[in-house]
Structures are given as structure tokens and as C-alpha cells.
């Protein structure tokens, strides 16, 4: 028997429903992000008698993203560990995982202690984008404390010293580093050399800061031997195709010189189980953002400025 087509003004009103829907599930999102309502509320609402229905055809996918700080890599850990497959609305969850679900929304809102400063290292292989991606957290997360390297290279167009890099003398340089107030240096490129001063570093997580500090493989290596408890990320590109086109591309370097750096990114990579947690920049705000998830800061833009190694 052929199927008969609803009318007209019943296929309108349905669209009309279906947006009205998006609109009011988008309200509850937008609600859990800005704080004014809370995750454990909407669940709870959504397994009301009766049930509120924006709050109950919502994704937990959806609710869990719509909170500050957690990120999508935190949600597939969070529903993996819950056991939630990535289709489930809250609503139609079984009565065990709502209960597991409802556990962890009540054990992440009620911790009352404050995040712990943290010191976050961000390595990669060259042409990766970690330049990039610190920039966007100095941008867009006031709250992370960006370390001013120091360099013996000199300024650039534009550079300042003091927020881009601390400009030194090799003189200078080597003072620095025998009286104890270098972190860690290196010799970027066979070429000049970079270094972390310590006093910053020491300054910012006594006042319960969390820094970030945007350096390259044996600079990381050496953070590790000095800090332990550092937590060390390196950057990866999505492919290596996507590496080789990024270095060309930005066409700053001779041939020569790109073909050495990478080769210099193939020994690079291949340290990256040194590390405590690898992020893919496929987008920069996105990999910004999982970077400081490991640090729990909240996002507040604010101008500011760039530092690069």
C-alpha cells in the first residue's frame, strides 16, 4: 500500500517543531557554558515526571562539551569510562547509566579544592604549528602564564624585547647559565641559543600560576631532568604530508635548510613516548584548547602578544 504524503501545512508545522527544538536544546548548551545552569540540573530535569523534553533529547555528548573546560578528547574518555555510546540522549540512557553519569557530574562539580599550578611543556618537530598554538593561548587564556625565553639571536621586525624574548649577549647568555638562573638551554638549529630563566618559572606557580612554556625536544628533555612533575606535551601534525607542505609552504628557509630540518623532525617525532600527552594540531584553537585543558584554566580572551622559538 503506497505511503500517503502528510499535507502541506503538517510538513511546515513539523519544521517549525524541529527548529524550535534545536533552538531550545542550543538554550540549555548555552546555559551549562555560561554557568547559570549546572550539568547536574538539566540531567535531573530531563528525568523528571514528566520530563522536560529540550533537556531530555540533548546528546550527553552534547551536555558533557557544553562544559567549561571539558574538551572533546576529555568527553570520549569521560562516556568510555561511563560506558555511553556517542548516540545517547540523556533521556534515553538505562537506569545504571544514569546513575554512573550522574555520579561523575557530582563528583566533578562538587570538588572544592583549587587546581594545583602547573608547569605544561610544549615540544614538537618543526613546522608544527606550536608557535601558533601558544600564541592562541596567550590570546585567549590570560590566566596561563607564557614563559619569555631568552635568546642570543637578535630582534626581528616587530619583536620586543622583554614580551617576545629576552635579547642577550652571548656573554650575557653564558652568565646566566653559570650562575644557575637557566632552567634549560639549547642550540636551536645549530645555530643560536635559546634558554628558560628560571626566575619566572619559580615566581609564577608560587603564586598558584600555571605555566607554559613553548620550547623544542632537548629543552624538554632537560625540563624533565630538572622538574619531574612538569607535564610534557608534544605536538603533532596531523600527517607527515601535512608537516612537509606546512615547512614549504611557509617558505622561510632555503631547500637545503628545509631538507635539514626534516630530517631533523623525523629523529623528533620519534620521541614522542618520551612525553606525558600528545595533542594533533589539526586546528589551532582546538589544540590550544586541549593544552590547557591539562592545566583546568577557563577561557578568558585577552589581547597580547606572541613568543616563538
Do not use: C
Amino acid at each position: 500500500m503506497p505511503r500517503i504524503a502528510p499535507p502541506d501545512v503538517d510538513r511546515a508545522a513539523a519544521a517549525q517543531a524541529a527548529v524550535a527544538a534545536r533552538r531550545a536544546r542550543a538554550a540549555v548548551k548555552h546555559a551549562i557554558h555560561d554557568r547559570s545552569r549546572t550539568a547536574v540540573d538539566v540531567v535531573e530535569a530531563a528525568w523528571a515526571d514528566p520530563p522536560a523534553p529540550a533537556e531530555s533529547s540533548l546528546r550527553v555528548r552534547e551536555l558533557l562539551t557544553s562544559i567549561p573546560s571539558l574538551g572533546p578528547t576529555k568527553v570520549a574518555r569521560a562516556m568510555q569510562q561511563l560506558g555511553i555510546a556517542e548516540s545517547k540522549r540523556v533521556g534515553g540512557l538505562g537506569v545504571r547509566q544514569r546513575r554512573r553519569l550522574l555520579e561523575w557530574l557530582h563528583e566533578r562539580e562538587n570538588r572544592g579544592t583549587p587546581t594545583p599550578s602547573r608547569l605544561v611543556v610544549l615540544a614538537g618537530p618543526t613546522a608544527v604549528g606550536k608557535g601558533a598554538v601558544s600564541t592562541h593561548i596567550r590570546e585567549n587564556y590570560p590566566d596561563v602564564h607564557l614563559s619569555v625565553s631568552a635568546t642570543t639571536r637578535a630582534p626581528r621586525s616587530g619583536e620586543v624585547n622583554g614580551v617576545n624574548y629576552f635579547f642577550v649577549s652571548d656573554a650575557e647568555f653564558d652568565r646566566l647559565v653559570e650562575t644557575g638562573q637557566m632552567l634549560e638551554t639549547a642550540t636551536v638549529h645549530n645555530a643560536f641559543r635559546y634558554g628558560t630563566p628560571r626566575a619566572p618559572i619559580d615566581e609564577a606557580l608560587a603564586e598558584g600560576k600555571s605555566v607554559l612554556l613553548e620550547i623544542d625536544l632537548q629543552g624538554a628533555r632537560s625540563v624533565r631532568a630538572e622538574m619531574p612533575e612538569a607535564v610534557l606535551v608534544f605536538l603533532l601534525p596531523p600527517s607527515w604530508e601535512e608537516l612537509v607542505r606546512r615547512l614549504i609552504g611557509r617558505d622561510t628557509e632555503d631547500p637545503v635548510e628545509q631538507q635539514r630540518r626534516l630530517e631533523t623532525a623525523k629523529i623528533e617525532l620519534a620521541a614522542q613516548d618520551e612525553f606525558d600527552h600528545r595533542v594533533v594540531n589539526h586546528e589551532v584553537g582546538q589544540a590550544a584548547r586541549e593544552v590547557v585543558e591539562l592545566m583546568a584554566i577557563p577561557h578568558t580572551p585577552s589581547p597580547s602578544r606572541p613568543n616563538r622559538r
